[in-house]
């Protein structure tokens, strides 16, 4: 196959073609938007404020900025939030200690010893967990620290599997942890 003159002319045009038609197209497109510009702030205008109101909205569903005040006040020690938590945290650990589910007394006890985890790092007790926090504390620090260590590896038994206590240890365990919340002034 040769390819000619005219041939090569008319491969050449189309393809010079392209750019033109290109920057056409970005023209009209650009005269389009012009025309409509304050239509087209608008419509943005109020899609924004309705992405914004949804953001708003998903984030107070949940609880996102009551979590965040309660850290935030938390670490600055102000006001009684660590209490009231607590409080709130003990009534779900009696809750779930005076239902007839097994399941229900080991939930309370795992409770228990994650509410004293959390209260005692925002003590400023520094450790990996909480077997290493109650490791620094002494007895003239919480006077029943014996029992609690005891009371601790009893709820870490509890986040096996395999475990099973009966409702009178579970309670004992549960009376020192109350007993802890007092000496804190969290109950």
Same mark, same amino acid.
């Given at each position: 196959?040769?390819?000619?003159?005219?041939?090569?002319?008319?491969?050449?045009?189309?393809?010079?073609?392209?750019?033109?038609?290109?920057?056409?197209?970005?023209?009209?497109?650009r005269d389009w938007v012009e025309i409509n510009l304050v239509t087209l702030q608008t419509i943005s205008?109020?899609?924004?404020?309705?992405?914004?109101?949804?953001?708003?909205?998903?984030?107070?569903? /949940?609880?996102?900025?009551?979590?965040?005040?309660?850290?935030?006040?938390?670490?600055?020690?102000?006001?009684?939030?660590?209490?009231?938590?607590?409080?709130?945290?003990?009534?779900?650990?009696?809750?779930?200690?005076? /239902?007839?589910?097994?399941?229900?007394?080991?939930?309370?006890?795992?409770?228990?010893?994650?509410?004293?985890?959390?209260?005692?790092?925002?003590?400023?007790?520094?450790?990996?967990?909480?077997?290493?926090?109650?490791?620094?504390?002494?007895?003239?620090?919480? /006077?029943?620290?014996?029992?609690?260590?005891?009371?601790?590896?009893?709820?870490?038994?509890?986040?096996?599997?395999?475990?099973?206590?009966?409702?009178?240890?579970?309670?004992?365990?549960?009376?020192?942890?109350?007993?802890?919340?007092?000496e804190l002034r969290l109950l």
């Amino acid at each position: 196959m040769v390819i000619t003159t005219n041939m090569f002319k008319t491969v050449a045009d189309f393809i010079l073609s392209i750019p033109t038609a290109i920057i056409d197209f970005t023209f009209s497109i650009r005269d389009w938007v012009e025309i409509n510009l304050v239509t087209l702030q608008t419509i943005s205008f109020f899609v924004s404020l309705i992405l914004i109101a949804g953001i708003i909205y998903a984030l107070v569903k /949940s609880k996102y900025f009551d979590y965040k005040t309660e850290r935030l006040m938390d670490a600055l020690m102000v006001g009684n939030l660590p209490r009231r938590r607590s409080i709130k945290g003990w009534q779900e650990i009696m809750k779930n200690i005076s /239902s007839k589910k097994e399941q229900d007394w080991q939930t309370a006890l795992i409770l228990a010893d994650n509410i004293l985890d959390e209260v005692l790092k925002l003590a400023g007790y520094y450790g990996k967990n909480l077997t290493d926090r109650l490791d620094i504390i002494t007895s003239a620090q919480m /006077s029943n620290i014996e029992e609690l260590r005891q009371a601790h590896q009893l709820a870490q038994r509890a986040k096996k599997e395999d475990f099973s206590a009966s409702k009178a240890e579970i309670s004992e365990a549960i009376y020192i942890y109350r007993k802890t919340f007092q000496e804190l002034r969290l109950l």
